[in-house]
T-cell receptor
Framework: DAGVTQSPTHLIKTRGQQVTLRCSPK?????VSWYQQALGQGPQFIFQ???????QRGNFPDRFSGHQFPNYSSELNVNALLLGDSALYLC???????????FGPGTRLTVL | RKEVEQDPGPFNVPEGATVAFNCTYS??????FFWYRQDCRKEPKLLMS???SGNEDGRFTAQLNRASQYISLLIRDSKLSDSATYLC???????????FGKGTHLIIQP
């Protein structure tokens, strides 16, 4: 039973560029959440997707957008990258309505 | 603002000792609570859920005090492999997603 998978594992971009990160949820999970974890901080909630719709959103600007596909996989897009966007981006999945979330290994984004 | 506060440590503890972490949460309407463990440069992994009645999983005991908005984690007979960052998490009550603390860094020394 595959857990949550994310790609790529590492990514280096320059300021102003755009990036797309990908996530496949754990088998049987239909809800995907994205988190940003800066160095030395706890993960910060970006948004959550269910049935291809954004259900909840944290305190992140519109440069952060997402998508969920019919197979429940999801993408996180970040436009106009800033140095401060450098972080570990974590995807977590869960069945709808359950608070326990299971995390993927993350994508480490470096913005130069 | 709905927050979770933790002592970042580091806690340096000899192998075999008992160690306790605490955290407080500001959203009195939070409904679910968890402890996650995160190893260096890895993803958080669910350690255990936390209930008002207290719950135990082997060497680990978690406790929730809703009146004081306080969560604790006790690790008995600590092992070198317990070295990690422990993240306190609250959920629900109008907050979006999981609300994480910054984590408490634990180092078990031989």
């Amino acid at each position: 039973d595959a857990g949550v998978t994310q790609s790529p594992t590492h990514l280096i971009k320059t300021r102003g560029q755009q990036v797309t990160l990908r996530c496949s949820p754990k088998s049987g999970h239909d809800t995907v959440s994205w988190y940003q974890q800066a160095l030395g901080q706890g993960p910060q909630f970006i948004f959550q997707y269910y049935e291809e719709e954004e259900r909840q959103r944290g305190n992140f600007p519109d440069r952060f957008s997402g998508h969920q596909f019919p197979n429940y996989s999801s993408e996180l897009n970040v436009n106009a990258l800033l140095l401060g966007d450098s972080a570990l981006y974590l995807c977590a999945s869960s069945p709808l309505g359950e608070n326990e979330q299971f995390f993927g290994p993350g994508t480490r984004l470096t913005v130069l | 603002r709905k927050e979770v506060e933790q002592d970042p440590g580091p806690f340096n503890v000899p192998e075999g000792a008992t160690v306790a972490f605490n955290c407080t949460y500001s959203n009195s309407a939070s409904q679910s609570f968890f402890w996650y463990r995160q190893d260096c440069r890895k993803e958080p992994k669910l350690l255990m859920s936390v209930y008002s009645s207290g719950n135990e999983d082997g060497r680990f005991t978690a406790q929730l005090n809703r009146a004081s908005q306080y969560i604790s984690l006790l690790i008995r007979d600590s092992k070198l492999s317990d070295s990690a960052t422990y993240l306190c998490v609250a959920s629900g009550g109008g907050a979006d997603g999981l609300t994480f603390g910054k984590g408490t860094h634990l180092i078990i020394q031989p």
